[in-house]
């Protein structure tokens, strides 16, 4: 008998708690709130009402071909955005100076276009085109675009309803073309290029993390006697250079003949290499010879019987 | 200049004096390029088992100075992809781009929810054995992700959507539950029977 009291009390409880629920968020309450015990007076309202301000009704693109990815650097990819302005009061009260469209991702350098061209008008429609630059380093990923524009009044209208996709690119290119070492001996040690660094610059939109730019190295063998070389194993790479970090094995990266070797923390950042400070969209490279062996003779020494050494991304 | 990599080292076996060797290590050829695609790791190649997509990856050679030839391969996933292009060398053209084509196909018994990694390789391909350069290599990742029907990829769980298992186990424990306290209270009804008795 008394389960059947605590049941049957339970259930009631939990009905009157579901009216409640449904009460308060059906809004039934809402009026209590504006109960205040103030008498009611009479009040005087200006109202300010606007006719016709505009409404951008589309924003499309033309020439949007970039989801497979930008043109690589130094080049920049153009890209033509379209919007529709419409007016009920006729297109006359529209600022036409100030149609402008963006492009914008998380994380990403805003690209804008604060002049678009009036393309056509027809009736109470607009038609303008934009142009926007977009940079090599311009990340991967889908991109918001914004539309907007004023009318004579300045009334400020926007449409953020439209997006595209940027793929992704992976590239890059080095330079200079040589390295030289002036003089050396044979059996000497911790040789540095003289003209390096080799600069790697990232020309796409994807950074290269620490161990991803890697090194396949061959053998110099002696044109004349190839049973002695350079070889690829006393070679070392690094990122640094200053009191020989390139030839140390602390900050350097000893070559492998024939095997991959990631150059110890050299990277490359996604963004504006033209800075050229070594470090934007941009890796130093530095050579040394760390062993010349003492069998070494008086003979030319390349890749000639080997393949070529490689840089490659990844 | 030679046009080769070369270092030469004349060695004049002298003990107590220094030998000079000049070495120059000329490198006569090298080649930028860039590979793109409509796929990296935040937005993966989506496909179901069992099911063939061809997609397209881009070659471009607009930063370099001269034309390039490329050696393409899939290095890694291969089981999965094959570039099914005519040839695997590609000739690219300064200031051009070329579309290459992969042929990604799914086993039937690859699980909804798994990850793959297709791995395609290009390397600039240098000319005459006695030349040496610098050769550029890209690997070109394009992440993989396994999809139902319906473009879904929770890992099933028995054969059935994460969302149906989950409901199904608190339905049947929400069960045991009532189960245990209507055994309780009728326990306690037999007991109280018993004592008045």
New interface residues.
């Given amino acids: 008998m008394r389960e059947r009291k605590i049941g049957v009390s339970a259930i009631i409880l939990m009905v009157i708690i579901i009216i409640i629920t449904i009460l308060i968020y059906g809004g039934s309450f809402d009026k209590l709130k504006k109960i205040t015990g103030y008498a009611s007076t009479t009040q005087t309202v200006g109202l300010n009402i606007t006719v016709g301000v505009p409404i951008i009704t589309t924003v499309y693109n033309n020439s949007i071909n970039v989801v497979s990815g930008l043109t690589e650097g130094n080049s920049d990819t153009n890209i033509t955005l379209n919007f529709t302005v419409y007016n009920t009061a006729g297109t006359g009260l529209i600022n036409h100076t100030t149609a402008q469209i963006n492009v914008t991702r998380s994380g990403q350098a805003v690209r804008i276009n604060t002049s678009c061209q009036r393309l056509a008008t027809a009736s109470n429609y607009v038609n303008y085109t934009c142009l926007v630059k977009l940079w090599w380093w311009d990340g991967a990923g889908v991109w918001n675009v914004t539309a907007s524009i004023k009318d004579n009044n300045s009334n400020f209208v926007q449409n953020g309803s439209s997006t595209f996709s940027l793929g992704a690119t992976t590239g890059f290119v080095l330079g200079p073309t040589n390295l030289t070492w002036s003089s050396i001996g044979s059996g000497a040690i911790n040789q540095t290029a003289t003209n390096d660094p080799i600069i790697l610059n990232n020309t796409g939109n994807v950074g290269i993390t620490s161990e991803n730019i890697l090194i396949n190295a061959t053998n110099l063998r002696g044109e004349t006697t190839n049973t002695i070389a350079l070889w690829a194993e006393n070679f070392s790479v690094g990122f640094a250079t200053g009191t020989n970090a390139e030839c140390s094995l602390s900050t350097s990266t000893i070559m492998n003949r024939t095997v991959w070797a990631a150059i110890n923390i050299a990277n490359l950042t996604a963004g504006n290499f033209t800075e050229n400070n070594n470090y934007t969209g941009q890796e130093a490279l530095y050579f040394c010879l760390r062993l010349a062996g003492s069998e070494l003779t008086s003979q030319a020494y390349s890749t000639s019987n080997e393949s070529t050494w490689t840089i490659k991304i990844q | 200049m030679d046009n080769?990599?070369?270092?030469?080292?004349?060695?004049?076996p002298k003990i107590g004096i220094?030998?000079?060797?000049?070495?120059?290590?000329?490198?006569?050829s090298?080649f930028?390029?860039?590979?793109?695609?409509?796929?990296?790791q935040?937005?993966p190649l989506k496909i179901m088992p069992g099911e063939t997509k061809e997609i397209?990856?881009?070659l471009?050679n607009?930063?370099?100075t001269e034309n390039i030839t490329l050696k393409g391969k899939i290095s890694e996933g291969d089981d999965i992809a094959k570039i099914i292009d005519s040839n695997d060398i590609y000739e690219i053209p300064l200031g051009t781009k070329k579309e290459i084509n992969i042929k990604v196909t799914i086993p039937e018994d690859y699980k909804v929810g798994e990850n793959y990694t297709i791995?395609a390789s290009f390397?600039?391909v240098?000319m005459g054995?006695?030349?040496?350069?610098?050769?550029?290599?890209?690997?070109?990742?394009i992440p993989i992700l396994i999809v139902n029907s319906k473009g879904e990829f929770k890992k099933e769980i028995f054969g059935m959507a994460p969302a149906v298992f989950y409901s199904i186990i608190i339905i049947l424990a929400l069960l045991i539950v009532l189960i245990i306290i209507f055994l309780i209270?009728r326990r306690?009804?037999n007991n109280q029977k018993f004592k008045r008795r």
Avoid: E, H, P
């Fill in positions: 080769k990599n070369t270092m030469r080292i004349n060695k004049k220094a030998i000079l060797i000049g070495i120059v290590l000329f490198i006569n090298v930028a390029f860039a590979v793109s695609s409509a796929y990296w935040d937005n397209k990856i881009v471009q607009m930063a370099g791995k390397t600039t240098t054995g006695g030349s040496f350069g610098f050769g550029s290599s890209i690997d070109k990742t209270i306690r009804k």
